[in-house]
T-cell receptor, first 110, second 114 residues
Framework: QKEVEQDPGPLSVPEGAIVSLNCTYSNSAFQYFMWYRQYSRKGPELLMYTYSSGNKEDGRFTAQVDKSSKYISLFIRDSQPSDSATYLCAMSGNTGKLIFGQGTTLQVKP | ETGVTQTPRHLVMGMTNKKSLKCEQHLGHNAMYWYKQSAKKPLELMFVYSLEERVENNSVPSRFSPECPNSSHLFLHLHTLQPEDSALYLC?????????????FGDGTRLSIL
């Protein structure tokens, strides 16, 4: 079983839709949770960073962590074509070693 | 504009060649990382350096040899690579190694082994 599971998609939505991206994990020691966005031919860019359970909002983006279910989500409101990218979840415990999901490819159609 | 710069952006080499990948970070960070990103697979951590000292080698074959001459520069020396080594190689940095240290990535070197 992979430590982090993420549906690779692709996920295609119309412009303006609410997007939900998710990851599940198996290691209960994970405490730090990140979402990265990766455009084609670019490196991953840190989008959101949360510690432990709860929600964090930044503009159109909301990250949620449910440690009891070992489930994290990224919501994108009013999605735009410029949001089309691959979204990577990543998490770590006290060692600091980041474990990544496979990435979900998102396409937002005008 | 990323604070982590990688060169070259693309590299094609034969299995018997020797080449090096370069990474430079302008963020004042003390930890640097090499990752491998293959199609349809999660990022794989290869090496971690803290203040020029290697603190982690994630069971990487010896045909990959890292070098960190100072806290701003990181190299990955390549020799006698295999076709399965074709991938995107990403460099990252963070203020320090360890938890609660988000990593910042460069745009990678796309490596193709003939």
């Amino acid at each position: 079983q992979k430590e982090v599971e993420q549906d690779p998609g692709p996920l295609s939505v119309p412009e303006g839709a609410i997007v939900s991206l998710n990851c599940t994990y198996s290691n209960s020691a994970f405490q730090y949770f990140m979402w990265y966005r990766q455009y084609s031919r670019k490196g991953p860019e840190l989008l959101m960073y949360t510690y432990s359970s709860g929600n964090k909002e930044d503009g159109r983006f909301t990250a949620q962590v449910d440690k009891s279910s070992k489930y994290i989500s990224l919501f994108i409101r009013d999605s735009q074509p410029s949001d089309s990218a691959t979204y990577l979840c990543a998490m770590s415990g006290n060692t600091g070693k980041l474990i990544f999901g496979q990435g979900t490819t998102l396409q937002v159609k005008p | 504009e990323t604070g982590v710069t990688q060169t070259p952006r693309h590299l094609v080499m034969g299995m018997t060649n020797k080449k090096s990948l370069k990474c430079e970070q302008h963020l004042g960070h003390n930890a640097m990382y090499w990752y491998k990103q293959s199609a349809k697979k999660p990022l794989e951590l290869m090496f971690v350096y803290s203040l020029e000292e290697r603190v982690e080698n994630n069971s990487v074959p010896s045909r990959f040899s890292p070098e960190c001459p100072n806290s701003s520069h990181l190299f990955l020396h390549l020799h006698t690579l295999q076709p399965e080594d074709s991938a995107l190689y990403l460099c990252a940095s963070s203020p320090r190694p360890g938890p609660n240290q988000p990593q910042h990535f460069g745009d990678g070197t796309r490596l193709s082994i003939l």
